[in-house]
């Protein structure tokens, strides 16, 4: 089923094309290249687009590389064999790892996590700060009025 679903893609992608179809809680991410060789990687709903476009590309970039052009005579895709696949597969399981872009994209936000949370931290004693500087002036106030009561009422019984 998924090998009839990935050639229908590929034959409805255009030559120079990359496209990604959802299909029942997967996405099968298609790019054709210009000279006719084409790729499919099946993927999860939450793995990177850019991430499967790269190992796509890098892929068939490796099985050129390898069988150059004995691919356009082949009439059937499956009878060659490409022993870096299963090398592929493993590297871009994980697609922070396989990908620097992906994974400097990760650092990034876990680290604007962490500014925002110290950010926060620092409005909250801001906000305490401000509560303090509030009671040490009422403090300071009803002081001042102690004080000039205090002296009124001393001011009525001189002691001499």
């Known amino acids: 089923m998924l090998t009839f679903l990935t050639k229908t893609f ?47 590309g890098q892929f068939l970039e490796d099985f050129t590389a390898e069988h ?31 990908d620097k872009i992906t994974k400097i994209q990760k650092d990034l936000d876990e680290t604007t996590q962490i500014l925002h949370k110290t950010i926060d931290s620092v409005l909250e004693r801001g906000v305490k700060l401000d509560n303090l500087v509030e009671r040490s002036n009422d403090l300071s106030a009803q002081s001042k009025m102690f004080y000039k009561q205090a002296k009124k009422t001393n001011s009525c019984c001189v002691i001499s």
């Open 10 to 56: 590929i034959k409805r992608t255009e030559s120079g094309q990359r496209q990604s179809i959802t299909h029942e809680g997967y996405v099968v991410h298609c790019y054709v290249r210009s000279d006719g060789l084409a790729g499919t990687v099946t993927t999860d709903m939450e793995y990177p687009a850019r991430v499967a476009f790269v190992l796509i």
């Open 68 to 98: 150059g052009d004995t691919w356009k005579s082949c009439t059937t895709p499956e009878s060659i064999p490409f022993a870096k696949g299963d090398e592929y597969i493993q590297k871009y399981q994980n697609p922070a790892e396989a």
